[in-house]
Structures are given as C-alpha cells and as structure tokens.
C-alpha cells in the first residue's frame, strides 16, 4: 500500500523557519516526481515545490522561490522542504505528493498519490 506522511508542521512566528519531512513507503519513489503543495482556508491546492528526478533540478513556485528549498533522499524515501522567512502567507495545510516520471511538475490534479497533509501557521 502506498502511503506518504508528512511531519514537522507547527505553529511558528513570521521570520521564523521550519522543515518539512516526508516518508514515502509501499512503492519505489526513486523514478518518480515527488512535490510539496498546500492549500490555504478557502483557497485551492497550490504547488510549492517539486523535484521530478534523483538529480533533477528543483521547481518552485514564484511565492516561494528565494526562500523554500525542496531536498529528496532518494535512498531513505524522504523528501523534504526547507522554508525560511516564514509570512502570514505561509499558513497553510501541507502535503506531499508523488507523480509519474516526467521532466516537468504535471498540474495539481495529475499527481498520483497525495500524504494527509502537515499543519503551518505564521503568527506574529
């Protein structure tokens, strides 16, 4: 059985940073894309970050760009995102997700498999 689980979401300060973890287990990851998304209250899932390859070069999306870093490791099954400089706009459920191999972050709705997601919230 599939399954991916996200850790290490809580409640933080603006400015503050925090690191996100993902366990993939139940299939070989090592071929396929795996990305972070999060979904604010009343908004739709977004993408954040991906990484489509071992070795592949990491996307991000522009509100995030400068300040998440997306790391895999490929031999524990982990992935994880690194977020700096955390604002209000921040706050959000996040999840991990896994897609089929490919060169570039498919949409939203084509990933594969999806974690329960990991709560942030930016106060001040």
């Known amino acids: 059985q599939v399954q991916l689980t996200e850790s290490g979401g809580r409640s933080v300060q603006a400015g503050e940073s925090l690191t996100l973890s993902c366990k993939a287990s139940?299939?070989?990851?090592?071929?396929?894309?795996m990305g972070w998304f999060r979904q604010a209250p009343g908004k739709e899932r977004e993408f954040v970050a991906s990484?489509?390859?071992?070795?592949?070069?990491?996307s991000y999306s522009d509100s995030v760009k400068g300040r998440f870093t997306i790391t895999r490791n490929s031999a524990e099954n982990m992935i994880y995102l690194q977020m700096k400089n955390l604002g209000f706009e921040d706050t959000a459920v996040y999840y991990c997700?896994?897609?089929?191999?490919?060169?570039?972050?498919?949409?939203?709705?084509?990933?594969?498999?999806w974690g329960q997601g990991t709560q942030v919230t930016v106060s001040s």
């Open positions: 997700a896994a897609s089929s191999p490919g060169s570039h972050p498919p949409p939203v709705a084509d990933w594969d498999w």
């Open positions: 990484i489509m390859s071992v070795g592949g070069s990491p």
């Open positions: 139940g299939h070989s990851f090592s071929n396929r894309g």
